[in-house]
């Protein structure tokens, strides 16, 4: 590979965004038949990266060279066309319209100038079914979740000539299947030489996939390595610029926590709770102290069971006792009055208000508790927010800037501290790492061992199985949409424990 | 409002009673209530059932209105026309069908004048021609210059270009009356004052106000008061309509002079369905009976008034 | 906050040189006269507080993400309502009879609100359909109201909200003052502004934030209602009279321009009061400039246009970018540099 | 832990799970235009219970060719509709459009060379405002109301009266009759409006411009993002709608055989209604034209029928108006709602 030349180059990036040096001169190379990882830590920049190669963005100096020609790049369409096919971190795509248009808009097979819908649907199948996935292609996508969604635009990425594929956070809410279905794509895309630019938080994946690295911290090169001369360790310390320390201590903390968990009073028991179409009835008791994880495959029902608890969508059957009082959640406000939070899996249609500033978006859950008539004082407001953006070492630490403007990770740490404020009973919280660097994942993780060692109950979804079996004391495992078996958290219950469970869709 | 019962029910064309399809213009101003009114009263009184149809100013929607009118078998169709042009296609229509129509307030500009057979209502032109002629009347002999202000109806419709244009013929032949200031004031009170106010403060010397209805007129009133000075003596005003509430305020001494521009053609417009139907001749034009006032007369006129 | 500052400068600079040109065309642009102010500044600000009444309430509508096209017919039927009742008061100028009548067309005007906002919030129809049965409807009722005639009134106190003076300034435009300072308190230093933003900026995230984003939608229809009814009374106090055909006859459109100029988006989130009062005030001086510079009737439209077009490119950064960038980009990026 | 339960439930057979649900998806985008058809159905029925002379078959064919002009200028407002835009400036290209049409015809221009003009004008006039749309970031909102002042000014600039058309192939083209049964016969602009909502049907349904301005409608963000050119589609819509309302224009022109600036006033009010009567989302992305066209005949036949009734005042028939519209709204909202 080393006498080949880069089929992409670029030199010397520079973006500003008013207040913030998002890329400071950073260079960045890729090879074709490579698949080459870009690593940093939240906000360091790698969306901002991949923005100014497609266009999104335009540059405020440096060069781009593509296939060793000078180009400029002016928008997504022209980067499309100069052979970059690009998969940005928040799903882009219509949800309005059906799974086969989303992968086929502005390319669909035409005659006479007509759409050949069958022939578009047909193929729109055949491709989803090499991702392992067999989904109606013609109903529309606002109707699967967000994973779903994830794989679409993968297939879409994926379908195109291209000689640049760039997956800018691909995994952060697929399961380990759809990862691997992923990377056996990804290598054979790799094979016929297509260059690969994947982005992800998780290291295991990294070492997995890529060949070579490249490092941004605070908008500013750091290195480029091929992935054998790093281990995880350096790697980890180079994105945070400083050694590394408490890494690996969260294990034994949840650990410890299992036991004092034991004598718990119930806090919250669902009895037959259920709601047609979207998940079978089900029991579920949740102690004070107590870290319930939510296993199961894509779509196996994991959030529509949360969201059923929080009363954002109404359940159609069961009940729900709360300290051994049958409560009715109808709607949010009703949950969030027996102290229940829930924070959903997609931020960015459910989570984040873009227009509203971190500071607001942080107060939002607490304040509409309080109602309106009782504002937070300012003053307030400002510890709390403080308190917090340093907490979750929220980046820029600037609470008035627009949450939009945030890089992805950030924003999900917005929505916990929105819902951390509120200080619930129970906390609700659907892919809270989704996006979220190794540092800053650490921390969220010690967080929730923490917070459940002072007493609060965690009900805690993931689609990483190892981040559910480090924390939780009680492993609830969904398939097709039922809970099929609870498990108690103990030293034999591993992985491939669940995995069994899940595949077997049987209680042992 | 009163709705007749006699008509319920869509008995289009069946048994004795003629059925005459009204079109109005739409109901933008009081005057244009009082004609309806005046419409509904009479068809009664004639024994005439009324289809009633209101274009709110469109002409689609007139022309629709017009169109349902034939579908549905009306013997007579009349109309007050939104606009003066446009109406030769559906008018054929009606002619096609047998349908005789009857134009009322405002005229058509049809070449082929055998599309209707009459036209009641009043004279725009005439009108603004007897407010000028008055004006000149009271300035006859004097010289010093005079400063006339006008509030025009709604831009382009017929009756603000033919007042306009009446009143400046007739004013021409005395160079001291000069318009200084003309805006429109939508036919409406509220538009009336605060043009009026804007004209106040940007004039120094407003002799007379010519305001193309009561309504912009008596807004325009207001004005006057806040800015100190007295309708009707500091500053001449001339209207047109005589609705009830201008009547008044001449009466009062705060108008000097209405020209009548009467809403109340029911009684003529059965008059000469019924003819028509019966398929006697008619006149193709017939002038609406307007008169004028001046304070005095007001005076007299105003118990009696109608509307 | 400095975006939308940002934003109002061009609109205000406007405003600022319509005014300038009222004080040369005007004789008397501010004066005393019988212990009051008075003169062109005086009538804008007097003129202007139905429009600005009606646009607050709009702001808070249309921050919500919605839109209200009734408030015309809301101030019609208020308008009427309280004329009708004036016109039977034994004694028209007895100060607490008009109060209370005021009071009814008010609560008249806040259950229409109220009909909207269930209408949208709770029935779910879209709000520029919601609101449009009520703009139909709403002059059919003013018009039953009054008999399609104009109700004349004689209350020397219903008058006062109109055309009176307090403490030489003009009632209508207190009460607008009041209005919009009660607005501004309730919106900023509550809870609500926060609120409804959040629920104009995405409905799904404030639900499950726990914001009650129904009663809010319900409320700011109510809200929006409530200043409709009272431009009406303002509008009739000032004719001393009901004209349930023309009061408040497009002025939807005005309200939304206003808001629009003042720098809230339609899609809602982030609102801003002052910017829309701005707003207002300046379609109501372009009118009286119409007039001021004599433009003819039948070039109104186009002036208006002119200024229009003038207002909504000087809003747009990426028109400024665009024209005056040559100037301004290189000082841009020097200053991040910095 | 010692509540270990071996989890659950199942009552009876379970949920509905995925592979039901998803046979039933493909036709909730149809069940709002369904719901809509059988209203406007039942509404026409009680039209022939109540009224002796609303079976003749010229009721339903006046109500195309009555409804041209709205018919035309909706479609066109159904693509800016569907992009998240809104279009004010419709009714005032109308004004302009027969101002202009019947001076340059006064003025002994050829009709063929008019007629292709004011067409393009009207999509001139569009792409600007588009263009600023676009490129200025200017909400189309306050864009569109520049763009109407802008259009009926000059209108009013031209002409403030109305104009008479007396060239012959305007004329020839409003009195030509297409018979379509024995008494019942059409007029061309009917015709013109039908196939313009053919077309935008075809257009929208089967090629790539269509399909883009449901993604843009969708999530514009997410539309730019794909690839899709989102200037160039959102420029064309504006252009395509102020098109529609010059062809519009030139109906009206025909219809009426007059220009005047006052014509279409208010026009993209009833426009706007009927999309959304019809089912197109204002926010974007979602409806067809076709549900246009029913809400288009939905506010047609609440007219027919008021004036079928005759006798309603002019206050009574603006609330029956606001409670037709209201019952026909609530209905089809429970309908859909319960299908869903
Ligand atoms: N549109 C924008 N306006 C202003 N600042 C922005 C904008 N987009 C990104 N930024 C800032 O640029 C920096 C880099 O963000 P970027 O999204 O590239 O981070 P990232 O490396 O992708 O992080 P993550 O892993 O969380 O996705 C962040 O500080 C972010 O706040
Ligand atoms: N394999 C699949 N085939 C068809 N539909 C699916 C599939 N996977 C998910 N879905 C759809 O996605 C929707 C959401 O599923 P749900 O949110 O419960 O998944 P989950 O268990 O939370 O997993 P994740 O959030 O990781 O996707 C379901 O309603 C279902 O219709
Ligand atoms: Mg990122
Ligand atoms: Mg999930």
């Keep these: ?52 190669l497609t266009g999104v963005y335009e540059i405020d100096g440096g060069e781009i060279t593509l296939g060793g020609k000078p180009v400029r790049i002016s928008g997504p369409l022209q980067a499309q ?35 050949q819908w069958g022939r578009m649907r047909r193929r729109a199948a055949e491709l989803l079914a090499r991702l392992d996935l067999d989904l109606d292609v013609s109903a529309p ?95 980890v310390e180079k994105m945070i610029g400083k050694e590394l320390a408490a890494l690996e201590d969260v294990e034994d903390k949840a650990q410890s926590n299992r036991e004092r968990a034991a004598g718990a009073k119930p806090l919250l028991e669902a009895e037959g709770l259920g709601r047609t179409g979207a998940i079978a009835p089900y029991n579920l008791t949740i102690h004070e102290g107590e870290v319930v994880g939510l296993a199961g495959l894509l779509g196996s029902g994991r959030t529509e069971l949360a969201r059923l608890l929080f009363g954002a969508d109404k359940a159609d059957q069961g009940e729900v006792r709360v300290d051994g009082k049958k409560v009715s959640l109808r709607d949010p406000q009703a949950a969030m009055k027996h102290r229940i939070a829930f924070s959903s899996e997609n931020r960015r249609t459910e989570g984040i208000i873009g227009d509203l500033s971190v500071r607001e978006n942080i107060i939002l859950a607490l304040q509409a508790s309080r109602g309106w008539a009782r504002p937070i004082p300012r003053k307030k407001q400002d510890e709390i927010v403080d308190k917090y953006i340093k907490a979750l070492q929220i980046r820029p630490a600037d609470p008035e800037r627009p949450v939009r403007n945030l890089s992805g990770g950030n924003q999900q740490k917005v929505l916990l501290a929105r819902w951390l404020i509120t200080e619930p009973r129970l906390l609700i919280i659907d892919e809270p790492t989704r996006g979220i660097d190794v540092g800053a994942k650490a921390e969220i993780q010690k967080l929730v061992a923490e917070l459940s060692t002072g007493g609060m109950a965690v009900l805690f979804v993931s689609a990483e199985l190892e981040e559910v079996l480090r924390l939780s004391h009680k492993i609830a495992v969904l398939r097709d949409r039922r809970l099929v078996e609870e498990l108690e958290n103990s030293a034999d219950v591993d992985a491939d424990r669940i995995m069994q469970t899940i595949a077997s869709g049987a209680s042992s | 409002g009163s709705s007749d019962d006699s008509a319920k029910g869509g008995d289009g064309g069946s048994g004795d009673k003629i059925v005459l399809g009204f079109s109005q213009v739409g109901a933008e101003s009081g005057w244009r209530t009082a004609n309806t009114e005046s419409i509904k009263a009479s068809a009664d009184a004639a024994g005439i059932t009324l289809k009633f149809a209101n274009a709110n100013g469109k002409q689609e929607q007139q022309i629709a209105d017009i169109r349902s009118f034939i579908t549905q078998g009306v013997d007579v169709i009349a109309f007050s026309p939104v606009v003066t042009s446009g109406w030769d296609a559906v008018l054929k229509e009606a002619k096609d069908a047998d349908i005789p129509v009857v134009l009322t307030d405002r005229a058509v500009d049809s070449q082929d004048t055998s599309l209707y057979k009459s036209f009641i209502g009043s004279d725009f032109k005439l009108e603004g021609k007897k407010a000028g002629e008055w004006l000149l009347k009271q300035y006859e002999g004097k010289n010093e210059p005079v400063n006339i202000v006008e509030l025009q109806g709604t831009t382009g419709s017929a009756p603000a270009l033919d007042r306009q244009s009446g009143f400046q013929e007739a004013i021409k032949a005395n160079p001291n009356l000069k318009i200084v200031k003309s805006q429109t004031g939508d036919f409406k009170r509220a538009d009336g004052k605060t043009v009026m106010e804007a004209f106040l403060q940007s004039e120094k010397d407003i002799d007379v106000l010519y305001a193309h209805n009561d309504d912009m007129g008596l807004g325009a009133i207001e004005a006057i008061k806040a800015a100190g000075k007295k309708p009707g ?13 201008g009547m008044t305020a001449l009466a009062a001494g705060e108008i000097n002079f209405i020209v009548e521009c009467s809403p109340l053609l029911g009684d003529q417009l059965m008059q000469t369905v019924k003819k028509v139907k019966a398929g006697e001749s008619v006149e193709q034009r017939i002038v609406t009976e307007e008169t004028t006032f001046t304070q005095e007369q007001a005076k007299e006129a105003l118990p009696t008034r109608k509307y | 906050m400095s975006i939308v500052k940002k934003r109002l400068f061009w609109p205000s600079l406007i405003l600022v040189v319509m005014l300038g040109i009222n004080v040369f065309t005007s004789n008397q642009f501010l004066t005393i006269q019988d212990g009051h102010l008075f003169g062109t500044l005086i009538d804008i600000l007097r003129g202007s507080a139905p429009l600005v009444l009606v646009s607050v309430g709009m702001t808070l509508v249309i921050a919500t993400g919605g839109i209200d096209l009734s408030v015309g017919a809301v101030m019609a039927i208020s308008g009427a309502v309280a004329c009708l009742l004036i016109q039977d008061l034994g004694n028209q100028n007895s100060v607490a009879s008009v109060l209370l009548i005021i009071g009814i067309a008010i609560a008249v005007a806040l259950v229409l609100g109220l009909w909207n906002g269930t209408l949208v919030a709770v029935v779910g129809i879209q709000p520029i359909i919601a609101t449009l049965i009520l703009m139909v409807a709403g002059r059919g009722l003013a018009q039953l109201v009054t008999d399609g005639q104009i109700i004349n009134v004689q209350s020397g106190p219903y008058s006062t909200l109109a055309s009176g003076f307090f403490l030489s300034l003009p009632v209508a435009f207190l009460i607008a003052v ?24 995405s409905p799904t995230a404030s639900r499950l934030a726990g914001i009650s984003a129904r009663r809010i939608t319900v409320m700011v229809y109510v809200v929006a209602g409530g200043f409709a009814g009272l431009a009406g009374l303002i509008y009739s106090a000032d004719i001393k009279s009901a004209d349930s055909i023309s009061a408040g006859n497009l002025i939807e459109l005005d309200a939304i321009l206003a808001v629009v100029i003042g720098g809230t988006a339609l899609i809602g989130g982030r609102f801003s009061i002052i910017g829309t009062v701005l707003g207002a005030v300046i379609i109501q001086t372009l009118r009286i400039t119409v007039v001021a510079l004599d433009i003819p009737d039948k070039a109104n439209l186009l002036f208006k246009a002119v200024v229009v077009v003038a207002l909504c490119l000087s809003q747009s950064p990426e028109f400024r970018a665009k024209v005056f960038g040559r100037f301004k980009r290189r000082p841009a990026v020097e200053k991040v540099a910095a | 832990m010692t509540t270990m339960q071996t989890s659950p439930v199942v009552k009876g057979d379970g949920p509905q799970l995925n592979k039901r649900h998803r046979s039933f998806r493909p036709n909730t985008k149809h069940v709002p235009i369904l719901a809509t058809l059988g209203l406007l159905v039942a509404m026409y029925v009680s039209g022939l219970a109540n009224y002796p002379r609303f079976d003749n078959p010229m009721v339903v064919v006046n109500l195309f060719r009555d409804n041209a002009v709205l018919l035309v200028v909706a479609v066109g407002m159904t693509f800016v509709i569907l992009t998240g835009g809104i279009d004010l400036s419709v009714g005032a290209v109308i004004s302009l459009t027969t101002v202009l049409t019947a001076t340059l015809l006064k003025a002994d221009w050829p009709p063929l060379v008019v007629l292709p003009a004011v067409l393009v004008l009207g999509a001139l006039i569009g792409a600007g405002q588009g263009a600023v749309i676009h490129y200025f970031k200017v909400e189309p909102f306050i864009a569109t109301l520049a763009g109407l002042f802008l259009a009926r000014g000059l209108a009013l600039f031209i002409n403030e009266d109305s104009i008479p058309i007396r060239n012959d192939m305007w004329r020839e083209l409003s009195d030509f009759r297409i018979p379509l049964a024995d008494g019942v016969s059409t007029k061309p602009i009917a015709i013109v409006a039908l196939l313009t909502l053919l077309i935008a049907a075809v257009v929208l349904a089967w090629t790539r411009f269509g399909r883009n301005v449901y993604a843009i409608g969708g999530n514009a963000d997410s539309a730019l993002l794909m690839g899709l050119p989102v200037g160039r589609t959102k420029i064309a819509v504006y252009t395509l709608s102020g098109f529609c309302a010059a062809l519009g224009g030139v109906l009206f022109s025909i219809n009426s055989t007059s220009g005047w600036a006052g ?62 519209l209201f019952s026909f709204i609530v209905m089809q909202r429970l309908v859909t709602r319960k299908a869903r």
């Design chain 1, 81 to 115: 066309q100069a052979g970059i096919s690009t998969v940005y971190q928040e799903v882009n795509l219509c949800t309005n319209l059906s799974i086969a248009e989303n992968i086929f808009i502005g390319r669909e097979p035409r005659r006479f100038g007509k759409i």
């Design chain 1, 141 to 235: 996508l606002s109707t699967y979740s967000l994973a779903i969604q994830q794989m679409v635009a993968i297939a879409r990425a994926i379908d195109v000539d291209a000689r640049v594929l760039i997956l800018d956070e691909p995994t952060s809410s697929l399961d380990t299947a759809e990862v691997e279905q992923l990377f056996r794509v990804m290598r054979r895309l790799k094979e016929s030489g297509v260059a690969i630019l994947f982005v992800s938080h998780f290291l295991d994946q990294i070492y997995e996939i890529s060949d070579r690295l490249t490092i941004l911290r605070n908008g500013q090169l750091i290195s480029e390595h091929r992935v054998e001369e790093l281990s995880q360790v350096q790697l």
């Design chain 1, 1 to 52: 590979m080393g006498e080949q030349s880069p089929v992409l180059e670029m030199t010397g990036i520079r973006k500003v965004f008013p207040g913030v040096v998002a890329l400071d001169g950073v260079d960045f190379r890729m090879f074709p038949g490579e698949v080459h990882a870009l690593m940093g830590e939240n906000g360091a920049g790698k969306s901002t990266l991949i923005k100014t």
């Design chain 2, 233 to 245: 003596t500091d500053i001449k005003i001339i209207t047109v309509d005589a609705v009830k509430d």
């Design chain 3, 178 to 201: 009041a209005a919009v300072v009660l607005t501004i308190l309730l919106t900023r230093r509550t809870a609500l502004g926060l609120l409804l933003e959040s629920v104009g900026g």
């Design chain 4, 263 to 324: 014509q279409g006033n208010g026009i993209e009010l009833d426009a706007i209604a009927a999309c959304v009567i019809g089912g197109v989302l204002l926010t974007g992305g979602s409806g067809f034209v076709w549900g246009t066209l029913l809400g288009v005949l939905v506010t047609g036949l609440i007219r027919t029928l008021i004036n079928f009734q005759g006798d309603l005042n002019v206050a009574w028939s603006q609330i029956i108006v606001g409670v037709l």
